[in-house]
């Protein structure tokens, strides 16, 4: 089997067939990391600012793709308006937001609003990608929508809410939603670490000037220090590369749908680390969410199957590439 983040660039698999297993760990190692995420997001608050630890995070994140073998990037003219959208959508964007976001609104709210991300992906990709999607998978994405809501609907009530920081994350989910259409067809020319190299390196660049214009206010402590570390390396350069395979392997939508694991591991952690009491509710939005993930997963049925373009290639789940 083939290395599914190699650098070589890889069509995408069929959108409408069933996860393989490679598919399904690509899939929960993002939902674990991603929903880790705004844990760590919160710890280096503690002595860093919103900015620095965008900066801090995509810098790392970038940084940790750098140092790993592959050849340059050589990015056709065409496409380069795409790469810088698309570092500008997916992680300069959102990732100034959310930190933002969290001194405003908590946890709870900002989970529930970043499991939209898939209606956007879709909706999107409708509008302006041509993606076709099947019923099945719309039916998924509903039910997993309904389990978000119960999931965060038992602590949603803990903490205020003010629409300053609600809209925020409803911009940056906004952004995931193109940024992830955009990404499939790039990801599936120029290969996993080359493209995410170059589009968190870009970033870098977008975060800088909030990131330095909030170093006078920040303090260095190991707790938040060691958070955005993890952050960095982990939740931003290794989740990027996966994340960036994941689309071109089974399609923008259904890999979008990591986002309703979201609360379900920030539940978890919850749990765990700080001893939050689990409610009915989110025990039954849990079930939905899974179930709403192997719904999206389905393969379609062969009559709805879109025909592959004479110029398109495909790989088989076992690794397999076959030209159709």
């Excluded at 705004?38 to 919103?50: C, K, Q, V, Y």
């Excluded at 079930?287 to 719904?295: E, K, N, S, T």
Aim: one cysteine or more; aromatic letters at 8%; hydrophobic letters at 55%.
């Amino acid at each position: 089997m083939p290395d599914p983040f190699a650098s070589a660039p890889v069509r995408s698999l069929s959108p409408t067939r069933a996860f393989g297993a490679v598919d399904w760990a690509m899939f929960v190692s993002m939902a674990g990391i991603w929903g880790s995420s705004f844990l760590f997001i919160a710890i280096g608050l503690e002595s860093i600012s919103p900015g620095l630890v965008t900066l801090l995070r995509v810098g790392l994140g970038a940084l940790t793709l750098a140092v790993l073998p592959g050849p340059p990037m050589a990015v056709d003219p065409a496409d380069r308006i795409k790469v810088v959208a698309l570092s500008v959508l997916w992680v300069a964007i959102p990732f100034t937001l959310f930190p933002i976001a969290e001194q405003h609104i908590n946890s709870a709210v900002t989970g529930l609003l970043n499991g939209a991300m898939p209606i956007f992906t879709a909706l999107f990709g409708v509008l302006f990608f041509s993606t076709r999607t099947s019923g099945a998978q719309l039916a998924g994405v509903g039910v997993g929508f309904i389990g978000v809501i119960a999931i965060s609907a038992p602590s949603a009530g803990e903490g205020g809410t003010q629409a300053w920081g609600v809209a925020l994350v409803v911009v940056a989910t906004m952004c995931y939603g193109i940024a992830i259409n955009l990404a499939a067809p790039l990801q599936a020319k120029y290969g996993s670490r080359p493209l995410m190299g170059r589009m968190l390196a870009l970033a870098t660049l977008w975060t800088l000037p909030y990131g330095l214009w909030g170093l006078p206010s920040s303090g260095f402590t190991i707790r938040p220090a060691l958070a955005v570390a993890v952050l960095g390396i982990v939740g931003t350069g290794l989740a990027f590369l996966i994340m960036g395979s994941l689309v071109g392997r089974v399609g923008a939508t259904r890999a979008s749908f990591i986002t309703y694991l979201i609360p379900v591991v920030a539940l978890v952690l919850g749990v765990v680390f700080q001893g939050d009491q689990v409610e009915a509710l989110a025990v039954i939005g849990v079930v939905l969410v899974i179930g709403g993930a192997l719904m999206a997963s389905r393969s379609e049925t062969p009559g709805t199957t879109p025909p592959a373009t004479p110029t398109s290639t495909t790989v088989d789940t076992a690794g397999t590439e076959e030209a159709s």
